[in-house]
Nanobody
Framework: QVQLVESGGGLVQPGGSLRVSCAASGGIFSINSMGWYRQAPEKDRELVASITNGGTTNVADSVKGRFTISMDNVKNTVYLQMNSLKPEDTAVYYC??????????????????WGKGTLVTVSS
């Protein structure tokens, strides 16, 4: 299996910046893409940004120009740099990875892995 561990969440004032990170670890695995989703209270989980191991990004319109996603393929780590934060960015941010892992019996392909989430609160 693949474990995703997020870090970097916290409290920040409106207009401030924050960077969250997510590292993938486990046995033998291969990551195709990583990304961030968020879920605000009483709202559905939504995609914030994703990036493939080739560097292709997909960024939600609501954060375009403010958030930047990047990935270190060697460290299997994805970063989300969040600038000009707004109160409406307050949510639990979940790391997501898509790929494969090896287990007795062979490769498990087409897997979707999730982190436990990190809370980002934007408030004065």
């Amino acid at each position: 299996q693949v474990q995703l561990v997020e870090s970097g969440g916290g409290l920040v004032q409106p207009g401030g910046s924050l960077r969250v990170s997510c590292a993938a670890s486990g046995g033998i695995f291969s990551i195709n893409s990583m990304g961030w989703y968020r879920q605000a209270p009483e709202k559905d989980r939504e995609l914030v940004a994703s990036i493939t191991n080739g560097g292709t990004t997909n960024v939600a319109d609501s954060v375009k120009g403010r958030f930047t996603i990047s990935m270190d393929n060697v460290k299997n780590t994805v970063y989300l740099q969040m600038n000009s934060l707004k109160p409406e960015d307050t949510a639990v941010y979940y790391c997501n990875a898509r790929g494969s892992h090896f287990e007795p019996g062979g490769w498990r392909n087409g897997m979707n892995y999730w982190g436990k989430g990190t809370l980002v609160t934007v408030s004065s």
